[in-house]
């Protein structure tokens, strides 16, 4: 199963793009969304990831106040609204999709997590 991550590219600090994730084909209306990322020398870490039902969220302390998760199950995508970007932001983006825990809820680890996408290259300059 394949994630289709987008929205990446060499940005501003301070832009504001929006990164996609779909699942061509498949639904994941039925699978909690999580959004990781993983800069150069250092480990995957997790950015945020919103419930099945869209009424459960989770945001990094890095990223809260800047980044909001969304999803749209008409189109059968999640997004993240990224704002503010920050040098520190520059990484490999991932979404991953889940389930078997509560539609309310998602989970921070990636660990958790059953589908990838390849990854979209975000670079901040100032």
């Known amino acids: 199963v394949q994630l289709q991550a987008s929205g990446g590219g060499l940005m501003q600090a301070g832009g504001s793009p929006r990164h996609s994730c779909a699942r061509a084909?498949?639904?994941?209306?039925?699978?909690?969304i999580g959004w990781f990322r993983q800069a150069p020398g250092k480990e995957r870490e997790g950015v945020s990831c919103?419930?099945?039902?869209?009424?459960?969220?989770y945001y990094a302390d890095s990223v809260k106040g800047r980044f909001a998760m969304s999803r749209d199950k008409a189109k059968n995508t999640a997004y993240l609204q990224l704002s503010g970007l920050k040098g520190e932001d520059t990484a490999l983006h991932y979404c991953?999709?889940?389930?078997?825990?509560?539609?309310?809820?998602?989970?921070?680890?990636?660990?958790?997590?059953?589908?990838w996408g390849q990854g979209t290259e975000v670079t901040v300059s100032s």
């Open positions: 919103i419930s099945s039902r869209g009424d459960g969220t």
């Open positions: 991953a999709a889940g389930s078997g825990w509560s539609v309310h809820s998602c989970r921070r680890s990636w660990t958790d997590y059953h589908y």
């Open positions: 084909g498949h639904a994941v209306i039925d699978h909690a």
